[in-house]
């Protein structure tokens, strides 16, 4: 690097939820979906700029001979800005988003080691504002980054730990103002941090696939709770939440049938709930699953 007299930069970018665009299309489009996005990177870059598929979905573009630091990140606009058109694949056309980090040298001072990994604790930082967002790496990033690769190390841990916990919400008739449901929500008991809500971790769960252990876990929770409430009233219900990632997972049809089966429920006293986003991501596919429902 020692060359180089302009500034150069690194990006590192992935797509955002590509787990989750495997397990509702499969395999086949996530793969489709990887050359897709290769090409639209190709599309934005300059000849001279490198561009390697590290893993994955993760991308690092080399950036050289650059007129100025600001230039690195008019290319990360333009990327993002680039994935807000659906990406076309063979069958279908896809919404696909990414999240890039970026960091630049000036001078000779920072080994190609250090940009890309600054590169990517600013990919996590980028990630933490939302879907298709870019974000220069500042000093802070590395700590937030590692904060992170924590909690998701203890999440992975927590159901078998016993460290979550289920709080309910009594749902109560206006009229007579009786409780006819209790809706079940979850909480993370960290060792350390106290009673965590579900803003501190659903989002993680959700990104790396983990709602699914955690979902299940809180489904089984609740219905047995209910079952051992009936005895007294056997009229209540419970209402869960189920995130969009559950509800695209294969599995979710099957595990609802066997934890009612297990614990006795009658399938009326236990309402699903749903955001209005896992109908806009594949209408039709998901329609289908709500019927098995």
């Known amino acids: 690097m020692g060359r180089h007299h302009r500034p150069i930069a690194v990006l590192f970018l992935d797509i955002d939820g590509f787990k989750a665009i495997n397990d509702r299309h499969g395999h086949e489009v996530g793969d489709q979906s990887l050359r897709a996005v290769g090409d639209r990177l190709g599309s934005v870059l300059r000849p001279s700029d490198t561009l390697a598929r590290i893993a994955g979905d993760e991308f690092a573009i080399l ?5 100025s630091p600001q230039a690195a990140e008019d290319v990360a606009r333009r990327i993002v800005s680039a994935f807000r058109r659906p990406v076309s694949l063979a069958r279908r056309a896809l919404t696909v988003t990414v999240s890039v980090g970026l960091d630049v040298a000036v001078d000779t001072s920072a080994s190609p080691e250090e940009l890309i990994n600054n590169a990517d604790f600013a990919r996590y930082g980028a990630k933490l504002s939302g879907r298709g967002q870019w974000r220069r ?13 924590t909690l998701i190390a203890e999440l992975r841990g927590a159901v078998r730990r016993k460290e979550l916990v289920v709080h309910y919400q009594p749902i109560v008739r206006l009229d007579t103002g009786e409780v006819e449901a209790l809706e079940a929500l979850v909480r993370w008991q960290h060792p350390t941090r106290g009673l965590l809500m579900p803003v501190d971790f ?7 696939g983990l709602i699914v252990q955690v979902g299940g876990w809180v489904l089984d929770t609740a219905c047995r709770d209910l079952r051992t409430w009936q005895r007294t009233d056997p009229e209540l219900s419970v209402s869960v939440n189920l995130s969009p990632r559950q509800l695209q997972h294969r599995g979710v049809v099957t595990q609802v049938r066997r934890i009612l089966a297990k614990t006795e429920i009658e399938p009326k006293d236990l309402i699903l709930e749903m955001t209005e986003s896992f109908l806009l991501t594949d ?3 998901a329609l289908a699953r709500l019927r098995q429902l």
């Open 137 to 149: 790496y500042v000093a802070s990033d590395r700590e937030a980054a590692h904060r992170r690769s």
């Open 63 to 67: 950036l050289e001979d650059l007129v």
């Open 202 to 208: 659903i989002g993680i769960a959700e990104e790396t």
């Open 283 to 285: 209408e039709e596919r």
